[in-house]
């Protein structure tokens, strides 16, 4: 999808596990990241690129010995924690969305195949709606198999004209539906 007319999406945003457990002190990313590696200053302090003694400095039990990451450190500190802390994340969405669907949030042009000057003419258009599961797990499958933008939005329009558009197949049968020009795309899973 894109943001704006010519700036690409080229990143995923982190996802908010859960919003009671942050991780905002720099003493509880140090002790996650010392978890995922078993305990081993030795290999916190290769990822973060500092020396073993460091880390323990910075998380040493005693006050005196005890010495707080400088701002460098502080955004590396974070920077690690959510390479390891969003994949986690993310498979649980994923899998949440394949089973329960997601909402869509967009402001595209919209429009038909139809004759100039018709209503069917493209428009931009907000448009909020709820997405099935078959939506999400074509939607990954796609970008999974490597496939680019336009494909991921070519799956977009059909889900979109279906639902949207044709009310699940009660109406407008045969309507086929031009999604361009993406100013806004979002997605949220509940």
């Known amino acids: 999808m894109t943001q704006g007319r010519n700036r690409p999406i080229t990143h995923e945003r982190a996802i908010p596990d859960h919003p009671e457990r ?41 006050a005196e010995a005890r010495r707080p990451p400088g701002p460098l450190q502080v955004r590396a500190i974070e920077e690690a924690v959510l390479a390891r802390w969003q994949p986690r994340v993310r498979v649980r969405r994923r899998a949440q969305a394949e089973a329960e669907g997601f909402v869509f949030h967009t402001r595209a042009r919209f429009g038909f195949a139809a004759p100039a000057g018709s209503s069917d003419d493209p428009r931009v258009r907000w448009i909020t709606q709820d997405l099935p599961g078959e939506v999400a797990r074509e939607l990954f499958a796609a970008r999974d198999a490597g496939a680019g933008e336009q494909q991921q939005t070519v799956i977009l329009a059909r889900a979109l004209g279906h639902a949207y558009f ?14 361009s020009d993406v100013e806004f795309a979002d997605f949220s899973i509940s």
């Open 166 to 179: 044709r009310e699940w197949g009660r109406r407008a049968h045969g309507l086929h539906v031009a999604f």
């Open 22 to 62: 942050d991780l905002t002190p720099s003493e509880a990313r140090l002790r996650f990241l010392l978890a995922r590696n078993r305990g081993s200053t030795r290999k916190v302090a290769t990822v973060l690129g500092v020396s073993q003694r460091t880390v323990q400095r910075w998380v040493s039990k005693r």
